[in-house]
């Protein structure tokens, strides 16, 4: 007879991404600079971790046959924006400073805004107010 294995608590959520990039200074300039997260360590010359306060974006270098398998398929990677009307405010600042928009911002169906652009790496980003995540909704 085999004994119940108890299911574990709810995690805390997903709060770290790992990118590999070629382009690691500018992916590095773009999300610190731009999107306004610091650097949290450094590991080594081909890595870097980046934090908004409570979240991790590691950046790791790939060079050419070091790239990593195709069969890790990633759409894209999101930043919360507290107040809807500020999503627009970061296209206009995004777009000005020559980042490449792949979409204008729209408002979806569940109430959620948000647009999409590139990287220095062609990582695609999406800048998003998701009104359940939003501060505002969880008071």
């Known amino acids: 007879m085999t004994e119940a294995v108890q299911s574990p608590r709810p995690t805390s959520g997903m709060r770290h991404v790992a990118l590999y990039v070629e382009a690691l200074e500018a992916c590095e300039d773009f999300y610190t600079r731009l999107l306004g997260?610091?650097?949290?360590?450094?590991?080594?010359?081909?890595?870097?971790?980046?934090?908004?306060?409570n979240d991790n974006l590691a950046l790791h270098r790939?060079?050419?046959?070091?790239?990593?398998?195709?069969r890790q398929r990633l759409d894209h990677i999101g930043f919360?924006?507290?107040d809807i009307d500020q999503v627009d405010v970061?296209?206009?600042?995004?777009?000005?400073q020559g980042v490449t928009a792949i979409s204008e911002p729209r408002?979806?169906?569940?109430g959620a805004r948000s647009f999409y652009c590139h990287d220095p790496d062609g990582n695609s980003v999406q800048i998003i107010h998701h009104p359940p995540l939003a501060p505002a909704h969880n008071r």
């Open 107 to 110: 408002t979806h169906r569940d």
């Open 90 to 96: 970061w296209y206009r600042w995004l777009t000005a």
């Open 80 to 82: 919360l924006i507290d």
């Open 37 to 53: 997260m610091a650097v949290e360590w450094r590991p080594d010359g081909d890595a870097v971790y980046l934090t908004s306060g």
């Open 62 to 70: 790939y060079r050419g046959a070091d790239r990593p398998p195709e």
